[in-house]
């Protein structure tokens, strides 16, 4: 069996220093995220990524489901053409996930994430909440079909694109290998995150489950920044990068799966210089992604995209959350303003803010709350900003597509 554990090697790439120069740039810039804006508006920025998270995670699995409809499920307001209505079930089990994950994690500090039994954990709680029809795999060259398990080792030889992975006889052995290996508490300082871009490979590689392997792994590295932890995490998406990217990533990964080429291209099995290139990739998306996030954090650039927004509302120019044309009184940037700066506010000062009289002010305030671009625990009680799909997009342009219609 050491023979079969030695094919996964290098598990860390040799001689690439840069990648360490890399990291601490991404490390270092996406600290400073959480210097952009309020707390309070941070943390209702991160629901909206998990949202995010899940449209681009999907998107790379070829799966397209707008974040609207995403959110529509979220509601329990499924389509009534069953394509439509399975994939938003696929969207809603990785946001249900996600959030799942990061809560064991805060209550679990020991936990090793890179552990089989922490893996398959993702995939099962992943793999329950689809509908049936997605846990059945056909084999393209034998038409063979089989079903997905969840949580369950792959029992049978697969092939994917080029790549043949390792037999299921030895995948036992190579998950404990990673669990040993990738477990963060090894690794230090900026090298967590190189370690981060080549366990997201080499858990590729390894492909344990019949189905899922893309989607458990991007899980497992949300759960890695966030044990790092990579501080402002959450405010930035790298399965947005992935996506965006699509055809690069997969590049990437094959680049990473090739054996090593001759006595100059590491020690191990694998291509040493493929690894260097695949986590080069990887933190070059990390960055592309924290520094988009940090451009649209400023806040005064905010301000503006938010005012442009409730000036487009009140024209007619852009839908609310209905679809329709619903206009806005111009006073809501006012009010959308105080809220972004200040956090939490009460319904008074939101409606003082606004230069409003008592009777038009909360009749104003009640709209912005329904439609989520206000938010509130209690009837009566303080007010943050909301980021809801009809309106995030042109907050935040490029974040997602548009919605239009």
Request: charged letters at 25%; hydrophobic letters at 35%.
């Given at each position: 069996m050491t023979s079969e554990i030695h094919k996964i090697t290098p598990l860390y790439p040799e001689k690439a220093e840069e990648l360490h120069d890399l990291a601490l740039s991404v490390i270092q810039k996406s600290?400073?995220?959480?210097?952009?804006?309020?707390?309070?508006?941070?943390?209702?920025?991160?629901?909206?990524?998990?949202?995010?998270?899940?449209?681009?995670?999907?998107?790379?699995?070829?799966?397209?489901?707008?974040?609207?409809?995403?959110?529509?499920?979220?509601?329990?307001?499924?389509?009534?053409?069953?394509?439509?209505?399975?994939?938003?079930?696929?969207?809603?089990?990785?946001?249900?996930?996600?959030?799942?994950?990061?809560?064991?994690?805060?209550?679990?500090?020991?936990?090793?994430?890179?552990?089989?039994?922490?893996?398959?954990?993702?995939?099962?709680?992943?793999?329950?909440?689809?509908?049936?029809?997605f846990k059945i795999m056909k084999d393209p060259d034998t038409g063979r079909e089989s079903r997905v398990v969840p949580g369950g080792l792959r029992?049978?030889?697969?092939?994917?694109?080029?790549?043949?992975?390792?037999?299921?006889?030895?995948?036992?052995?190579?998950?404990?290998?990673?669990?040993?290996?990738?477990?963060?508490?090894?690794?230090?300082g900026a090298a967590k995150l190189v370690a981060t871009a080549a366990a997201h490979h080499r858990f590729m590689w390894i492909h344990p489950f019949l189905d899922g392997n893309g989607r458990v792994a991007r899980l497992f590295t949300e759960a890695y920044f966030h044990r790092i932890p990579v501080l402002g995490y959450g405010l930035w998406s790298v399965s947005r990068g992935l996506a965006r990217r699509n055809a690069d990533y997969k590049a990437a990964l094959t680049w990473a799966d090739a054996t090593r080429r001759n006595d100059l291209d590491g020690r191990g099995n694998l291509s040493n210089e493929?690894?260097?290139?695949?986590?080069?990739?990887?933190?070059?998306?990390?960055?592309?992604?924290?520094?988009?996030?940090?451009?649209?954090?400023?806040?005064?650039?905010?301000?503006?995209?938010?005012?442009?927004?409730?000036?487009?509302r009140n024209r007619g120019m852009v839908p609310g959350p209905s679809g329709e044309k619903q206009p806005l009184r111009p006073e809501a940037a006012g009010m959308l303003q105080h809220v972004l700066i200040h956090g939490d506010s009460t319904r008074g000062d939101v409606i003082q803010a606004a230069g409003l009289k008592e009777r038009t002010g909360r009749n104003l305030l009640g709209l912005l709350l329904e439609e989520g671009l206000l938010v509130s625990d209690t009837p009566k009680g303080e007010v943050r900003l909301g980021f809801p799909i009809h309106a995030a997009g042109w907050f935040f342009p490029d974040l997602y597509p548009t919605l239009t219609r």
């Open positions: 600290a400073a995220l959480g210097s952009r804006q309020h707390p309070v508006t941070l943390r209702s920025l991160q629901e909206l990524l998990r949202i995010i998270n899940s449209y681009y995670s999907n998107l790379i699995e070829g799966h397209n489901t707008h974040p609207y409809d995403i959110v529509r499920a979220m509601q329990r307001k499924y389509d009534t053409e069953p394509a439509k209505r399975n994939l938003q079930l696929e969207s809603v089990a990785h946001i249900t996930v996600q959030r799942d994950m990061e809560k064991r994690l805060q209550e679990d500090p020991e936990i090793n994430i890179a552990s089989q039994e922490f893996l398959c954990h993702i995939h099962r709680e992943f793999y329950r909440q689809l509908p049936e029809e029992t049978q030889a697969v092939k994917v694109g080029r790549h043949v992975p390792p037999e299921s006889g030895s995948l036992d052995a190579l998950l404990v290998r990673f669990g040993e290996f990738y477990v963060p508490d090894r690794h230090h493929g690894l260097i290139q695949f986590c080069r990739f990887f933190l070059e998306v990390c960055l592309d992604q924290v520094e988009y996030m940090g451009d649209l954090l400023k806040l005064e650039e905010l301000i503006q995209r938010i005012r442009h927004y409730v000036d487009l």
